[in-house]
């Protein structure tokens, strides 16, 4: 009888929970070329498990009121562990952070004003924080098992987390239970405003984008959501290719056209007079990365010295470094090592997530760079008040929790939570993009990038999409596109213009087809 009184309880327990009370306000967009009223609403779903209430996911939604079934569109960044905060404050919501035409640092506090290239023009919105990210949080299990978790001291739960492990605060800290969640999200909030009906987009930044090109098919396969597009924004599809070591060659390959834009912006290149079309100096790059430079890095020390040499030398004229650095580097050239030296006579360090965008060193004596990242650290300040000032006093959410916009205790505990075998890399998300796209033959999906980011460089795309094998049909339902600027390209105006109008144009397509 004990046993079952303390089930009864529990349910009861679980049945009673309440998230924390949501707010919702309505305004008027006036920036577009037709003002729309809608409701902006801000609240959390509570995600279950065995009946139990295990997380929330908070996120905010901006819903046109008008008559008839709107597009809508599920909009997130990646990280993993960034909330929604740069797409919705940086690019796509209502309202945005007043950057300077070119991308670069605002004055704090930031400015907010009414966004010209909002995507309410065209779709409704729904901004989503991951567990962990934003005020979406893991709920803490206080029941006799839940002590005992506590008893087996920090070390275990560190393991736990890492692991993934059921019942963890980690659990959601990883690449399956993620997908899982999200599903459970977006299945349960088009349920709760009776959205169905809708043409459904989903949108994903970083590793938002690898979550997008994983959820066409999970979404559709498993939850059973159809979509009419996908839009991945400086996506990383395949984990592996990130990274370089000595051994591999994909990695750096990606990132030499990049270098070689970078070099050409800040006058370095020794392959290209001033002023050289940037189409010319990437087309250039494209094909010596995925020719001469390939060959050598694959060949390595069988390579004849006189080629090698002249591989290096190509290679350091396009990327405007020392050729005693690129040769001391066996032609390697890591991502720290270019922006810290290309500009180093002037104390300038270049921003990883945005090579056009410059910082002072503050430390050029020491040999390691300990400065901060213009493109990321520097625009954390400036993106954490504008999106408090949204949530906060705009929508009137209130609430003691902090809002995390980019959570690195959610990095560090991230996991492979669904292995395979010992020798199976990272899993990617290309292939199942390419089977979310046979699934549906009416989807479309968008992929695009900033040509100036080294963090997810474009041209891994670029590869990626020539090595799909894709039918004309299904070819034909995939648009691949660059624009000037970063990771987070919409920083700067014209390529925010651009990109709009884009995507526009997409939406219109793709709903129309639904």
Known sequence: MADESTKQNKAAAAADYEPPAGAQTTAVWTAGATSIEYTASAKWIVLRKKEKPAAEIFSVSYIANRDGDRPLTFVFNGGPGASSAYLHMGAVGPVRVAFPADGTLPPMPPRLVPNEESWLAFTDLVFVDPVGTGFSRVIDDDSKDGENKKKQGDGEEHRRRQDGEEGSAGEYFGYKRDLESLCEFMGRWLSEQGRWGSAVFIAGESYGGYRVGRLVRMLQETAGIGLSGAVLISPALELGSLSGTDYDVLGWVDRLPTMA????????SRAFAAGSPPDDVRREAETFATGDYATFLTRGASMPAGARDQVLGRLADLIGLAPDTVTRAEGRITIGVFTRELLRDERKVLGLYD?????????????????????LAGISPAYTTAINRQLRSEIGVQTDREYTVLSYEVWEMWSNDAPEDFFEPPVGATDDFRYGMSLNPHMKAF?????????????????????MRLDPETAGRLTVRHFDGGHMFYAWEDSRRQFSAAIAAFVSDAAATA
């Open 261 to 268: 834009l970078a070099a050409a912006h800040h006058g370095r």
């Open 355 to 375: 090579t056009a965008i410059t910082t002072i060193d503050p430390f050029p004596d020491r040999e390691s760079f300990a400065g901060p990242d213009p493109t």
């Open 447 to 467: 992929v695009t990038h900033g040509r100036y980011d080294l963090v997810t460089p474009y041209y891994g795309s670029e590869r990626l999409r020539n090595l």
